[in-house]
């Protein structure tokens, strides 16, 4: 076993490759792992030295025994003030479109409670493995956030309609067998065996033919992400979703979280 490289603090991340296996370990516990800016080039700077040095398999985990996997978006980083606070060029959606179009199989391995963008950031990988303690919430109506429209259709391209309606309207976190029913999660496995089921499918991944691999994922990719969309429609969208992040009840999200209190909507 190789001695994990433990990138800068400032990162929030830890990595470190086994056999062509890299794993990169969300470390910021203070914040619950939550999606700063950050951790998120910390998770790009990571694949991308993975992909330098070989490996051909990913795990994306959090630290063992972390209660929460990750809070989500970091809400103190959201713009306010009339700025699409899930705009292309945002962090998050970076990230995500950087683990899509990422030529290797990235497996994510959750133990603990993931929230929000981080739904979005496991379903983005390739293959969820999940233990018993795996809750999965998806959260912008807590927010009064208007979703958008390239992570809804991540959701499109894994689940049903009824449940993604039910996820987005409810933002109550799934538990770890409903998931494994609704098919959030590839396997549902105990506590005590999540690392090593996790690290032998990756390490089985990391012996067959990485060109093939690549260019079926790829493949996958661009089958699943694109859909064409009218120009007015998309226009439309765009026009509604500003009335959302422009209004009072987006601030009052907001504001609620960083007051730790309760959000009341009024609807405008
Ligand atoms: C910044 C945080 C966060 C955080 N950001 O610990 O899906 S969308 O559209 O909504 C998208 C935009 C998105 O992902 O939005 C974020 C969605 N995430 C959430 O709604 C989860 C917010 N966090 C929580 O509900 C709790 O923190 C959980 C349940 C995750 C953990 O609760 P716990 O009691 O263990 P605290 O709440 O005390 O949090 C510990 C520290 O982490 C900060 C939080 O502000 C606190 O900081 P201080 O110690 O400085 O007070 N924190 C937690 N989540 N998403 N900061
Ligand atoms: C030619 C064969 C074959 C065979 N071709 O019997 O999915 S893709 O993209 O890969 C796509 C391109 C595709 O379909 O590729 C082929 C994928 N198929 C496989 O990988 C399975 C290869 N075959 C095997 O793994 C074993 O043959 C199985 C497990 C199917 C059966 O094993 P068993 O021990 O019962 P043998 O392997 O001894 O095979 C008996 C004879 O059949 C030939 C094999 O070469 C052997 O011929 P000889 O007796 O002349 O040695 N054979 C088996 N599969 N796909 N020939």
């Not at 969300?26 to 950050?38: C, D, I, M, Q, V």
């Not at 980083?77 to 962090?91: K, N, S, T």
């Not at 959030?184 to 999540?194: A, C, G, M, S, T």
Request: charged share 20%; aromatic share 8%; glycine share 6%.
């Amino acid at each position: 076993m190789s001695e994990p490289f433990v990138a800068p603090p400032e990162s929030f991340v830890e990595t470190t490759i086994v056999d062509k296996v890299g794993i990169i370990t969300l470390k910021n516990p203070a914040k619950r792992n939550a999606l700063s800016e950050g951790l998120l080039d910390g998770i790009t700077d990571a694949l991308h030295a993975f992909a330098a040095e070989g490996a051909r398999v990913v795990v994306l985990r959090a630290d063992a025994g972390t209660r929460v996997w990750s809070a989500g978006h970091d809400i103190s980083e959201l713009p306010r003030g009339g700025v699409d606070p899930l705009r292309y060029a945002d962090p998050l959606e970076r990230t995500l479109r950087e683990i899509r179009s990422f030529p290797m199989p990235v497996i994510a391995m959750v133990h603990g409670s993931v929230w929000g963008g981080a739904f979005d950031l496991v379903l983005s990988c390739d293959m969820i493995v999940a233990d018993s303690t795996a809750t999965f919430a998806i959260t912008p109506v807590n927010l009064g956030l208007p979703y958008n429209t390239t992570g809804l259709l991540h959701f499109l391209g894994r689940l049903p309609l009824n449940l993604i309606k039910e996820m987005f309207f409810t933002a109550s976190p799934i538990k770890a067998d409903v998931a494994m029913q609704w098919g959030v999660v590839n396997h549902l496995v105990p506590e005590d065996q999540l690392e090593t089921f996790t690290l032998d499918i990756a390490h089985h991944m990391a012996t067959k033919a990485p060109l093939a691999v690549a260019v079926i994922k790829e493949q996958l990719r661009v089958l699943t992400d694109f859909q064409p969309i009218a120009a007015q429609v998309f226009e439309r969208i765009q026009d509604m979703r500003r009335t959302v992040y422009e209004s009072a009840d987006y601030q009052e999200g907001i504001s609620a979280f960083e007051e730790k209190r309760k959000p009341v909507f009024r609807g405008h």
